[in-house]
């Protein structure tokens, strides 16, 4: 996968919590991910579709992560993952795209994003509707983990 669709994902992630929940991303090796199954326990899954190109993207956080990103933002820390923090993990989603999608139309790709759908549970599954390689990215921060999956078709 091309590393220049792959960059403005990470930095609108990375940019989005520093600013919205003032929580720094260390992000760690990337790698290919063959396994639907995600690594955390709540995850904002978003279709990105244009005329050249396909793809998905998926942030996946830790519940202690969201949890804590929920706090962060808006003063609130429940107990457990609920609708609150899956609206918030889903319009965090939302956020990334947007900002990705702003780069990579400056380098003359356009896509139109789709309405983020949010998965919860223990061992859930992430199917990206596109036929690509797909690639996970680790990261880390003071309160646990997230993981953003892309896949383009290209």
Do not use: W
Request: aromatic share 6%.
């Amino acid at each position: 996968m091309n590393v220049q669709f792959i960059n403005p994902f990470i930095i609108a992630l990375v940019n989005v919590l520093k600013t919205m929940a003032q929580t720094e991303l260390k992000p760690g090796k990337p790698q290919k991910k063959s396994d639907p199954k995600a690594f955390g326990d709540v995850s904002g899954l978003i279709g990105m579709v244009g005329t050249d190109l396909k793809g998905s993207l998926s942030i996946t956080f830790d519940e202690s992560l969201a949890l804590e990103i929920m706090h962060r933002m808006l003063g609130e820390k429940p107990d457990k993952i609920n609708e609150e923090v899956a609206d918030m993990v889903g319009e965090i989603a939302n956020m990334v795209c947007g900002g990705a999608k702003m780069t990579l139309s400056e380098q003359g790709y356009d896509f139109g994003m789709a309405t983020p759908v949010v998965v919860t549970g223990k061992n859930h599954t992430i199917n990206h509707q596109v036929d690509g390689p797909r690639m996970i990215l680790p990261f880390i921060s003071d309160a646990g983990k997230a993981y953003l999956e892309i896949c383009f078709d290209k």
